[in-house]
Each structure stands twice: as structure tokens, then as C-alpha cells.
């Protein structure tokens, strides 16, 4: 570590795990993160609990084509509801002196890097302003008052010809992860906040919300509007939820003041923080982006060819399972699996949520260009042979890359986790980073790790409601992974989601 990165290449790089050069790391328990950011002397608006919530089939959810039509009001309940189902306390565990709490996402560790806030605009209840969604208790932190819709549309490009009720911002606090993973940390930052995305996407779906998502915003401008300290916090995502059109347009912009040092400093969560100045560079490096001509192909074929293909079948629901906010009340990372294969309709339902679209996608990615290369090692399947597969989820195939058992050498990988050979399926993100670099610029690093993350808590939501376990894995031995799966640099895997059949409920 140490010398200036030229690109998140060289990030992904330096970051990477090798066996031979590991050092131990005692985590000091003593300096734990907070897991909810806090603001003295600044009042709290309790919000009303959900009631009423949206019971969905996850399958049914999937092939939602998304509301195009604007929403005609809004209310705090509404908000209650998509924060609830975003990003809501599900259950908390006794962890020392202290409790761990159970999120509707998931997170490396547990330990919650992400963050939402919300500008609201004639929403009944609810003062126009800019809020803090404090999950600890469920309720809204006033941040800025008024109408910023008219700044924001201006100044970030975002929904220039709407009249928003909500716009969601979705932001990571360093730290929170690096504390345990050091500087490999702002690769969890991404993959956590794109579960949230998604989460809080499958929410507005669920309730009939339409929404605009984008990954392409002013880093700065964002960044002092949420009046976060940015070298400590960022935002990474913003989606809007629009209402009628046309009154917020013609606004005049206002110049918005800083918000005090007082809510800046909330965005250190603990007591003393090592610095890592590589994910602050990684980082920044993202601040800009470009997008070059993709030729129209499929998105495996120039990079990983698959000898066969088969088609993905989708037409298949599992309405006897739980639905949407049932799967996300009681989804866990489960790693006790036992050695079962996993019936035909359970694995359609895993490669199935990979290949839906979903509206309200950010413009700078398409079905047809995006970053992510999508696997799968199957090693117990029925309808299967053990191999290596690829996923084409633009035309819904799964092709058979190299045939044989890779998930007992991919388990020693990932850290020698013994419990990640009992699994049936591994799913796999990859990406060719130079590709990414030239395609989209230093802001593709983002793309790609979030979209893994967003496509991973997909994965969590169709194996719970499939009867199945699931667990996202960060942590491997970077060119171990490589060299099993026979792929040379700059293809690397980002994220490996095991999918598996458990024995009983565990797991944070």
C-alpha cells in the first residue's frame, strides 16, 4: 500500500487477499463502530409504525413492470413503510454488553455501513426538508427545512422535469468497514449499499411506487447538501420518487448554506478511527465518469465462452413460500447447510431473479453493457452437471463453461470457510476491471460493485422465499479464485453468493 492509484484497477489489486501475506488483525471491541450515526441536540420525529404492508409473492415482484405514472399524493406512512421494508430492525441479538441488530439487508460483518436520507415535498405529515432516517427507533432526524427539490434537480441533474415527493440518498461511512477489513473495506462499502438499493427498490415496487434511480450525481455538491464530512462518508446512489410534473422545474434555485461542523462530525462512528487514505483515493477516483461505444453483444461472450446453452426457466412462482415482506422480515445470512441438492424449481427461482429487469434503471448502464459478468458453480442441482456456468440474464440462458466440481477448492478459497463447501450453488460477480475503466471511466469500479450488491440481495430475497439459505461472501484469496475458475487478469471476481439448503434458522 502506498503509492497513488491510477485507476480502481489498481485498487481491486492492492486490496486483494494472498495467503502468504496475510497478517493478523485483532479487532479492538472497545472502539466498535456505532452502528447508527447520532446527532446531539437535534430533535427526532417519531414516524408512524407500518401497518398494512404489501404481501407480494417474490415472484410476482420480479416480473413487475414498475408504475411509469407519477404518484398523485403522499404520505409519513408511505415513507414509514419503504424505510421499514429498506431498511428496518427485524431482531436484535445479546453481543457482550451490547446488542447486534438484524437488518432487512445484508451486511459483511454486520456492521452497517450505509446510511439513508430522504428530502420530502408536499408529503401529508411531513415538513418539506432534507431528513436522517434513524433506524435505531424508527424515526427522522431533521437535517435542512424547505423545499430543496428545485436545488437538487438543478445542481445533480436528477429528474430535471418532476416534482418529487421522496428523494432517497444512499450513502457508506468508511470506517464502519474498516474497522474490521481495513483497506479492502470500500469494496464492502459498495457491495452493502447495493443491497440497500435494491432493497429499498423491491420496497417501491411493492407499493405501487414509481422511481428514478441514478449512480451519476455531483460527489461534492451531494455530499455537502447531506452535510456529511466526505472524507469520512460519502454518498453512492440517489433515487427519486416522483409526483405530478412540471411545478418543480421552473423553482428558483437557491443557494444552500453548509450545515454546521456539529452535523458533520456525526459522520465519525467512533471514538478513534485509523485512517486508511487508499479507500478516501479509491474513492475520489470515482468522482468522474465517461462512457465510450459498447458493441451489441451478449455481455459473457467476448470474455468467458460457454460451449451449450440451456434457457432459464421463469414462468415458474413458489406462492406456497413467504412473500416479499415476509422474506424480508426473516431473511438471515444461513450457513449451516446440509449436503442436499436443491430441487429444479428452487434453482430456477435463484437464476430467475437474476435475469429480470427492473425499471427505473440508472441511464448509464443497459442490459446490454453492464459491467457485471454473472456465474454460477453448481455442484448439486437437479437438472444439472457439476461445472462451471455463466449467466446471460439479457436473453435468460445459463451456459456450461467447463464441466467438474469447483466448490470444495472455491470454499478453501474463501478463507478455508468449511461451511462454504456444504453449499449446492455458488453465484458469482466478475468483472473485467480494464474494460470497466475504458468503458465508464473511474466511476465504473462503483457501477460494478454496487450492481453485485443489488443483484446479491436479490439472490437473499428468492432463496428465502424459495425455502433456501443464502450468504454473501467478500473475503477470498483474490488470484486463488482466479486461477480456480482457469480466468486471467484484469477479469476478477467481486462477490461470491452461496445458496444452499439449511438445517435450521442461524446467522446474523
Not at 222 to 234: F, K, S, T, W
Not at 276 to 303: C, M, Q
Amino acid at each position: 500500500m502506498g503509492k497513488m492509484l491510477k485507476n480502481l484497477k489498481e485498487y481491486h489489486y492492492q486490496s486483494s487477499y494472498d495467503r502468504d501475506k496475510m497478517h493478523g488483525h485483532r479487532l479492538d471491541w472497545k472502539n466498535r463502530p456505532r452502528p447508527f450515526k447520532q446527532y446531539p441536540g437535534q430533535k427526532r420525529i417519531e414516524m408512524p409504525r407500518p401497518v398494512g404492508l404489501p404481501d407480494t409473492d417474490f415472484s410476482d415482484l420480479l416480473k413487475y413492470p414498475g408504475k411509469t405514472v407519477p404518484l398523485e399524493k403522499a404520505n409519513i406512512l408511505d415513507l414509514s413503510d419503504i424505510l421499514h421494508l429498506s431498511y428496518g430492525i427485524t431482531a436484535r441479538a445479546q453481543h457482550g454488553d451490547d446488542y447486534l441488530y438484524f437488518r432487512t439487508v445484508a451486511s459483511a460483518g454486520g456492521l452497517y455501513p450505509s446510511e439513508i436520507y430522504i428530502s420530502s415535498h408536499r408529503v401529508k405529515g411531513l415538513a418539506d426538508g432534507l431528513y436522517y432516517f434513524s433506524a435505531a427507533d424508527h424515526s427522522l432526524i431533521p437535517l435542512r427545512t424547505g423545499n430543496i427539490s428545485a436545488t437538487i434537480n438543478a445542481l445533480s441533474g436528477i429528474g430535471e422535469d418532476t416534482s418529487p415527493f421522496f428523494i432517497f440518498f444512499f450513502s457508506a461511512i468508511f470506517f464502519r468497514s474498516a474497522w474490521k477489513y481495513r483497506e479492502r473495506a470500500y469494496r464492502y462499502n459498495l457491495l452493502d449499499t447495493g443491497h440497500l438499493i435494491e432493497q429499498t427498490v423491491m420496497a417501491l415496487k411493492a407499493l405501487g411506487a414509481p422511481f428514478f434511480l441514478t449512480y451519476d450525481f455531483d460527489d461534492p455538491f451531494i455530499n455537502n447538501l447531506l452535510g456529511v464530512n466526505q472524507d469520512l462518508e460519502a454518498c453512492l446512489a440517489v433515487c427519486l420518487v416522483p409526483g405530478p410534473k412540471g411545478s418543480t422545474a421552473h423553482r428558483k434555485m437557491e443557494v444552500l448554506p453548509d450545515l454546521p461542523e456539529s452535523i458533520k462530525n456525526s459522520s465519525k462512528s467512533a471514538s478513534f478511527e485509523n485512517d486508511y487514505p487508499i479507500i478516501r483515493e479509491a474513492h475520489k477516483k470515482g468522482f468522474s465518469a465517461y462512457r465510450h461505444a459498447v458493441t451489441d453483444r451478449g455481455p459473457n461472450e467476448l470474455i468467458i465462452r460457454a460451449t451449450s446453452w440451456q434457457t432459464i426457466r421463469r414462468d415458474k412462482q413458489w406462492t406456497d413460500r413467504p412473500g416479499f415482506t415476509e422474506s424480508t422480515l426473516r431473511r438471515r445470512s444461513r450457513r449451516n447447510f446440509i449436503r442436499a441438492a436443491l430441487k429444479s424449481e428452487q434453482l430456477d427461482s435463484v437464476l430467475a431473479s437474476l435475469c429480470e429487469p427492473s425499471p427505473g434503471e440508472p441511464d448509464s448502464l443497459n442490459r446490454k453493457t453492464t459491467p457485471l459478468i454473472t456465474g454460477a458453480l453448481i455442484e448439486k442441482a437437479e437438472g444439472f452437471d457439476p461445472g462451471f456456468y455463466i449467466i446471460d440474464g439479457a436473453s435468460g440462458r445459463i451456459g456450461l463453461v467447463k464441466a467438474g466440481r469447483f466448490i470444495e477448492g472455491m470454499a478453501n478459497v474463501c478463507l478455508g470457510q468449511l461451511w462454504v463447501n456444504r453449499a449446492s450453488v455458488h453465484i458469482l460477480f466478475l468483472a473485467d476491471l480494464e474494460l470497466m475503466d475504458k468503458t465508464w471511466g473511474g466511476r465504473a469500479y462503483r457501477y460494478a460493485m454496487l450492481e453485485a450488491g443489488r443483484k446479491g440481495q436479490k439472490l437473499y430475497l428468492a432463496a428465502e422465499s424459495a425455502g433456501l439459505g443464502c450468504c454473501g461472501i467478500g473475503a477470498f484469496y483474490d488470484k486463488e479464485a482466479s486461477a480456480i475458475l482457469d480466468i486471467k487478469d484484469p477479469l476478477r471476481l467481486l462477490y461470491l453468493v452461496v445458496i444452499g439448503t439449511p438445517a435450521h434458522t442461524v446467522g446474523p
